[in-house]
Every structure is written in C-alpha cells, then in structure tokens.
C-alpha cells in the first residue's frame, strides 16, 4: 500500500492581530513633607497677624510688658527643628536695640515683690537641653550681653533617654553634658527644670507627676549646688496644666513655672502658668517683630479652642 505524503501547509507569516493596548496614566503622588505644612501654617498666621495688627492700631491696643521667649535648638536647620544661627543672631541684635532684656528670674521677682515690670521687658529661654544651646546660642548671647533661662531635661542630659525620638524634627541633636551645663551657670544663664524624662504631666498619676517633677528639681540642685527655683512644663498647652499639677510645682519649692501657652505676662498671668512665645525655624524678621508687637496672640485662642474640643 503507498501512502501519499499530505501536502504541508505553508507557514503562515502574518501575525494574529493584537487587542490594542491602553494608555495607562501614571499618577505621581507628591510626599507632602512636614516642611509644607509648617509653612502654610506660617503663611496663614501673617495674614491673620496683619488683619490683628490693623485692629490694635484702630483700637489703640499695645502689648503689656513681659514678653518671655521660648527656643529649643539653635543652630543648622533639621527640618523645622533647629533656628539658623544668623537669624538667633539678628534676633538677639533686634532685642539688645529695642526692647529691655531682662532674666526670667527678674521678671518673677517683679512679680512676687509687687514692682512694675520694665517697659518692653523680654526673657530668653530654651527648653529640653540641646547641644547646640552652648555651643551655638551660649556664644552669641554672650556677644550681645544677654542671658537666657535653660530648661533642661535631667534624664536626657544622663543619656539615659533619646527624647528627639518623639519628634522627627529634632533627630539628630545631641543633649548637653554636664561639664557644660556647669559651664552655661558660670557663664550667667540660669538653668530651670523640665522634668526627669519630658512627660505630658497631665497624663500621669499624682505620684508619678510629683516624682517627674521633684526628682528633676533635686538631680539638678545636686549637680549645680545652688536651689532651682523656675520649672517648664513639656507641651504646657491649656488641658495640660490642671489646678493639680500647679500645686505639685509649688510644692516641690519652685517659685514659678512656664507653661507653652501663646502671650505676654502681666501682673495677672498666674505664676505657675507663665506664658512665652515661640520662635520657629521659618519666622522671618518680620515675623519675629510681629510677634513681638502682639500681632500673633491670636495663636492663644486657637490654643483654647483646640484643647476645649480635645477634651469634650
């Protein structure tokens, strides 16, 4: 039997069609970076500022005396942690020339003895206990013949807490030592208490309060061999200075206390709860006079306002 070879087919060259591809739109999300967001809030303030500031020269309003000013870390910019040196050095220079500089400590003895303050009156502070308070705001301060108030957080001083883990804007900086805290009295800053470990006291029990505060207190004595009298509260906003915690200051032998709450002091801004303004990494000159002048005491009612809706 002979079998026909089948004819092979030939080999088809045209490719099957293909389905037609769609277009993809790629979408870039941009990170919005802590630094965006400080600066709105900072443009938002100036506007707010001008349209206050047009207000107290209609209603001929002007700020009381005693302005106490609240820095933490001086020196490069680590997002919006550390002040620029030149900017803490034009402050200082805009200080020297139009207000009067006087300690924290003076303001408080005004205030206990019954005395007026100085007119334009304005005290220096640092909280937590950087580094770079020596060695970048010890020297210029001494350069412009001022002094400065430095809250210093005993544990954070010891090593035995890293408190720039609670806030990306500070890592990186390195606490005080000792030697130089002792370097810092010599040199005429006063140094102040701001608990063991940097705990919101609201949150704590009585006993854990009293020990944050009065082991602080006297760790410091021990070190400095002289009484602390001045304490600064971490994050002192309105719902987290309650009646309790004033009277354990008191208790504990401070003689005043400064909280974080926006203002000036006067003769009646209670002593345990003296207010201060804060200076930022993006305040301009311009920003920094006007907060000087009042234009920005609007930040003490949103504070208010912030902490009557966390608290209900």
């Excluded at 302005?67 to 900017?87: C, D, F, K, N, Q």
């Excluded at 009042?294 to 003490?300: E, H, K, L, N, P």
Aim: aromatic share 10%; net charge positive.
């Amino acid at each position: 039997m002979r079998y026909c070879a089948r004819p092979r087919q030939a080999a088809v060259s045209a490719k099957a069609p293909r389905s037609p591809r769609r277009k993809v739109r790629v979408m870039t999300v941009r990170t919005f970076q802590p630094q965006s967001l400080a600066m709105l809030k900072q443009q938002f303030r100036r506007k707010v500022g001008r349209l206050c500031r047009t207000w107290r020269l209609v209603a001929g309003w002007n700020r009381p005396a005693g302005t106490a000013l609240m820095y933490h870390s001086v020196g490069p910019a680590i997002e919006a942690g550390s002040l620029p040196a030149y900017r803490f050095e034009e402050q200082l220079a805009y200080l020297a020339k139009h207000r009067t500089v006087i300690s924290l400590k003076e303001i408080v003895h005004c205030r206990r003895a019954g005395r007026p303050l100085p007119a334009n009156c304005a005290a220096i502070t640092f909280d937590d206990g950087f580094e770079d308070n020596y060695t970048q705001a010890l020297p210029t301060l001494l350069r412009n013949g001022l002094s400065a108030t430095i809250f210093v957080t005993t544990a954070f001083v010891d090593g035995s807490i890293d408190i720039t883990a609670m806030w990306p804007a500070y890592r990186g900086l390195r606490p005080l030592n000792w030697s130089q805290v002792l370097e810092m009295r010599a040199a005429g800053m006063d140094i102040g208490a701001h608990t063991a470990t940097h705990p919101t006291l609201a949150g704590l029990s009585q006993s854990a309060a009293w020990k944050e505060i009065y082991d602080s207190k006297r760790y410091l004595e021990d070190r400095l061999q002289e009484p602390i009298t001045l304490f600064a509260y971490p994050r002192g906003q309105p719902r987290s200075l309650p009646g309790r915690l004033k009277r354990l200051v008191q208790q504990a032998g401070f003689s005043a206390a400064c909280s974080t709450i926006w203002g000036a002091d006067n003769r009646h801004t209670d002593l345990f709860a003296l207010r201060r303004l804060r200076v930022d990494v993006f305040d301009t000159a311009e920003d920094f006079e006007a907060k000087l002048r009042g234009d920005w005491d609007f930040v003490a009612l949103y504070q208010w306002l912030k902490s009557t809706a966390e608290t209900t």
